[in-house]
């Protein structure tokens, strides 16, 4: 094992790199689904392949997420997020210049890889280099950038869409990523707490990259194939068994990419089920409101992408504001209160027109301001500092399922009832998720 030395007098300009490359990479979550249909045309693609173009991200990010984690702790979290922005680049460029759907596909799959690579890194990263107050921040305005870029995706897509076309969708990265590219190379810590003696987990990521495929698959074909059906309850039940087999095998191995012993911990366990919660109950959402929103209302890319700022400017304007007074404050109460008026916003959603969205909007945003930056602190709040990355990782992980298993979930669910059935399933699984993490999350204010 090796230590070094933590902390950085680079003032803001380590946050500067990490919120660029996390808006890159949220913004690449959604800024392709207004693109679709260009594309599809483009390509000669179908729907099976536009749907692989968005899950293929989504799932090679959540694959690879723990793994990059362990990574980072074993290499040092700089290097391995430097090597992702530069990696997501070269893989923006191959997006962008496709000429044939798997092509497409398979450099989506390599900008997930290299995504998880930066995203498992950032919490970590913000904790080696800021502390107290400025940590808060860095932390507020860290989720700010998560929150703000899942939601002006459509926007953006819409705009460069209408104008240069769908490819600089991806081209858009490269000048992003030499940003942040040589900011984080000039200013991230170099001192880090090591562990080299890890080895890294092969099977473990294999495994669960196999797992979400299953359950994914599940959830976007079981209404075609009939929840009931023989195809149907094999995949849920495949989905089942890899996640038992990957518990058992991160159980016994002796260098695992997921202690599991983290979760022994109640509040790190409540973390975990928080951040799950805002990504499958809301963010999910915000794609079939996109749909919403030009397919029934008629709204172009661009006015679709306006359509959503009820939702940003609160969370702008809380993000950071919360960040800064967390440690004051007991975060399990800040947790469960903004996850239940999270479950109200949504449940002020109904389908209609724009005023009928947008005061849920409103409220959904002033709860994801408040519960993004705190959710982050407590995702990093572990006593080794050796597993900054791993604890990074995981929470990363949730992140990345809790959107991929909403959007299909959602999708699976509006295929069989209306847009007001998913305000319902969103305001459910806020309501529990509130529950859950208020009792989970009990410890004493500024701790975790």
């Known amino acids: ?43 000669g693609a179908d729907l099976d392949d536009l749907q692989w173009v968005l899950n293929g991200y989504t799932l090679a990010m959540a694959a690879f997420q723990l793994t990059a984690g362990s ?63 400025d940590r808060g921040i860095a932390f507020g305005v860290r989720g700010t950038a998560a929150g703000v870029a899942v939601v002006l995706g459509p926007l953006a897509g819409g705009a460069l869409v209408s104008g240069p076309g769908w490819r600089w969708i991806f081209l858009v990265n490269l000048p992003v990523a030499a940003v942040a590219l040589a900011i984080a190379w000039r200013v991230l810590p170099r001192g880090e ?6 080895r890294l987990d092969v099977p473990g990521p294999v495994i669960l990259a196999v797992t979400l495929f299953l359950l994914v698959l599940a959830l976007l074909r079981g209404g075609g194939y009939g929840w009931g059906s ?11 068994c890899g996640l038992a087999v990957f518990v058992l095998v991160q159980h016994v191995r002796d260098d695992p990419m997921l202690e599991l012993s983290l979760f022994r911990r109640p509040a790190f366990t409540g973390t975990q089920i928080g951040s799950f919660t805002v990504q499958a109950s809301v963010f999910a ?32 304007l809380t993000g950071p504001v919360a960040g800064a007074v967390m440690d004051r404050l007991p975060r399990g109460r800040l947790v469960a209160g ?19 969205l947008a005061p849920g909007m409103i409220v959904a945003g002033l709860a994801c301001g408040v519960v993004l930056p705190v959710l982050g602190g407590l995702a990093v709040d572990v006593p080794d500092q050796r597993r900054l990355g791993m604890a990074s990782g995981v929470n990363n992980t949730v992140l990345q399922i809790g959107f991929t298993v909403g959007v299909a ?40």
Do not use: K
């Open 409 to 448: 979930g959602y999708g699976a669910a509006l295929g069989t009832s209306g847009l007001d059935s998913l305000f319902v399933i969103g305001t459910v699984t806020a309501l529990l998720g509130a529950v859950l993490t208020a009792l989970l999350i009990r410890d004493r204010p500024g701790a975790l």
């Open 193 to 198: 707490h090591l562990d080299r003696g890890r």
């Open 285 to 316: 959402l915000l794609v079939y409101l996109s749909f919403h929103f030009q397919n029934q209302l008629g709204y172009s890319a661009m006015r679709a992408g306006l359509a959503f700022l009820p939702l940003v400017v609160p969370i702008l």
């Open 71 to 133: 990574l980072a702790d074993r290499l040092g979290r700089r290097r391995v997020f430097v090597a992702g922005v530069a990696v997501f680049a070269a893989a923006s460029l191959a997006c962008g210049l496709a000429t044939r759907p798997d092509v497409l596909i398979g450099a989506r799959v390599i900008q997930g890889l290299a995504g998880a690579s930066m995203f498992a890194t950032t919490l970590a990263l913000i904790a080696q280099s800021y502390a107290g107050r």
């Open 1 to 43: 094992m090796e230590i070094r030395a933590e902390g950085t007098r680079a003032g803001w300009w380590p946050l500067a790199a990490i919120v660029l490359a996390v808006f890159m990479l949220m913004l690449d979550a959604t800024i392709t689904t207004v693109a679709l249909p260009g594309i599809g045309r483009d390509l």
């Open 338 to 356: 903004a996850l239940a008026a999270l479950a109200a916003g949504i449940a002020l959603m109904h389908g209609g027109g724009w005023w009928h």
């Open 230 to 240: 023989a195809r149907t309850v094999l995949l849920f039940a495949g989905a089942a």
